[in-house]
């Protein structure tokens, strides 16, 4: 978070190679731990992307090496600011990550920016169409653009995001925006591995904070209403108005800090800079009442509780002898000749019984 001129100065310089610069016989070398660790510690992009491919592949044998890159850069990890960026298809994330991250990579900082979407499969073009979205962006020597993992359960998608943010962060990276698509689970989980969260709205989208969107906009420490130029730039300070009264009868998601609601526009760029200032305040405060440290001691240990549950689900349902025995278990206790607890301990005798220790260690 160094902001004196000196040390921009040396970010400013090129992040290492590009993937043009590196010759094909080494981008097609098998690279083992070390290799991995120096390059990206040494700034080498096109290492930093490897990493993260690796990072992201469900192929049995990455995962162990996978995790030793991953703990030999945890040390070099975390001086940065995470921040999660959330809103409805069409809001702006994209246009707006492009002015915030231009504005952010000109004062010196480095940024990554990386998008949750598990379902990206579905909503497939997204990917591209934001790198093309990002272009000013994509092509800045201070910034990483990292499309979305390919779409998987969102256990999945977010332990690779997680990881990602670690390489980024040992990379040299000091700025981390993460993209998440408005709908559903995804929120929670961005919010979950960031240390700020932005929602961005647009003015007169109807009730605001009925349904999910209150929901949304209770976990966010900033609310951004972008679009604010042209026609539309009296009706974003009337929502502003609009959404700083009702937060009053919210609780802050972060004690000790005050949620607030700004106006920007993405094509303008108006409001970007205070937005940037908001989050700087926002690290400050918190990092003097040691709620910043806080928020990431609790993400890193539920992140674990997280990663425990959904091994032990996955291993009971993907377990051959539950999986048939299931449907006629299911109908005894519909039907109530089975009692729901005899229908439970049934099923978890068939996975013990069944269950080989070699294969749920092999597993993990
Ligand atoms: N007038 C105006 N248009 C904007 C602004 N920001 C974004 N747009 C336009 O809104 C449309 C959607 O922008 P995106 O950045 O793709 O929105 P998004 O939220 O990333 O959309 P998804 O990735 O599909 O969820 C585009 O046509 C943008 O040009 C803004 O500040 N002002
Ligand atoms: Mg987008």
Redesign the pocket.
Known sequence: MNEDPQNAGMARERMGPGPEDVPRAQMRRRLGAEDYVRGILAGDRAVLARAITLVESNAPGHTDLAQEVVTRLLPHAGDSIRVGITGV?GV????F?EAFGMHLCDMGRRVAVL?VDPSSTLTGG?IL??KT?MDRLSRHPNAFIRPSPSAGNLGGVTRKSRETIVLCEAFGCDTILV?T?GVGQSETAVRAMVDFFLVLLLAGAGDELQGMKKGIIELADGLAINKADGQNKVAAETAKIEYSRALRYLGPPTSGWRVEVLTCSSIEGAGIPEIWDMVRRFRETMLRTGAYVERRQKQRTSWMVEMIEQHLYDSFYQNAAVQEALPAVRKAVLEGRLTTSAGARDLLRRFYETSLLEDLIAGL
């Open positions: 298809p702006g994330k994209s246009t990550i998008a997204s169409g934001d979205r993209e698509v």
